[in-house]
């Protein structure tokens, strides 16, 4: 069970063009309410992210790692390493990728941090299973997009958490051909 | 009162690079269920959109005009009449349009019908109110953007109905600076 959960603004961008998340940071919001992510990361076994989310949490987190689970790191570069941090990184085919996650992950979830072209090659592959947004009140007009695919999604839950709608959907495949 | 009530997708576009609405059409949702459309325009006493708005309006309703409200149509083309529809076409400022938009509506909202840009237009003029979206469970990865603007927004409420999630905001301004 692969889960992309996110922020993102109404207009669906992760980040602005320069990778800054200060619109976001600034939103009240519970930790612990709806969507939280407290609750969401308790089931959480294993995480994956691409190279602009990994260099983004080194940087806002002062060059420490915050996850103590396996986490995957998509990346054709050559990343800096963190000591102690259980990393590993990878690229190309995603599918190897998962099921090494799921092999880690002792039969709890996976998480997506991002970014959004991370989360549409999971989807092409068949093994995104949910995504769970935040959408912030705020639009940018331009930015790093939440998910550069058509993708048909099925609604699961909705709610509202401080400045936040949070909202749960099953993916469904690829969008369905138009009918018109 | 101008309101931007519109129907997005959850990466925020209005409609894909053709500008078409197939994926929109068909998902399930009551008209006057939660941020349903007929209670939403019994309120309304003018409306104005872009010009591809209404070349879509057009064509998706055979040539005919389906509003019998005053109606302003912000272009600089040289759009086609429609027989005994109340339609203005105007260009340039908006702050002109929305003056003689609120004249006519007899103290009942407008309604901003689209595109973005339009809405941008607006919010940069200071006036746009709020911004009404149905979110349809589907990303699309291109096309006609919500509103292409850095803005600041305020939830006022949210809902469900039928496969879409509905809130609505109020423009609080331009995006507030980075506090970093």
Redesign the interface.
């Known amino acids: 069970m692969l889960t992309y959960y996110t922020a993102?603004?109404?207009?669906?961008?992760l980040a602005d063009p320069e990778d800054?998340l200060?619109?976001l940071?600034?939103q009240p919001h519970d930790e612990d309410g709806p969507f939280g992510f407290d609750a969401f990361m308790a089931g959480v076994g294993a995480v994956v992210m691409g190279s602009t989310t990994y260099e983004w949490v080194l940087a806002h987190e002062g060059g420490n790692w915050p996850y103590s689970l396996p986490a995957w790191v998509m990346t054709s570069r050559n990343p800096a390493l963190v000591d102690g941090a259980d990393i590993r990184f990878a690229s190309g085919d995603v599918r190897p990728v998962h099921a090494a996650m799921t092999a880690a992950a002792g039969g709890r979830r996976l998480w997506l941090v991002g970014g959004g072209d991370l989360a549409?090659q999971f989807a092409e592959a068949g093994l995104l299973d949910e995504?769970v947004?935040s959408?912030a009140?705020?639009?940018?007009?331009?930015g790093r997009?939440?998910?550069?695919?058509?993708?048909?999604?099925?609604?699961v839950e909705?709610?509202?958490n401080g400045?936040?709608?949070g909202?749960r959907?099953r993916v469904t495949g690829p969008?369905?051909e138009?009918?018109?």
Do not use: E, K
């Not at 993102?8 to 961008?13: N, P, R």
């Not at 009140?137 to 331009?142: I, K, M, S, W």
């Not at 997009?145 to 609604?155: A, I, V």
């Open positions: 993102t603004t109404l207009d669906g961008f800054s200060d619109w940071l600034r549409g995504v947004v959408i009140p705020v639009t940018l007009g331009a997009p939440l998910l550069p695919r058509r993708l048909d999604l099925q609604l909705a709610g509202v400045a936040f709608v909202a959907y969008l369905l138009d009918r018109s």
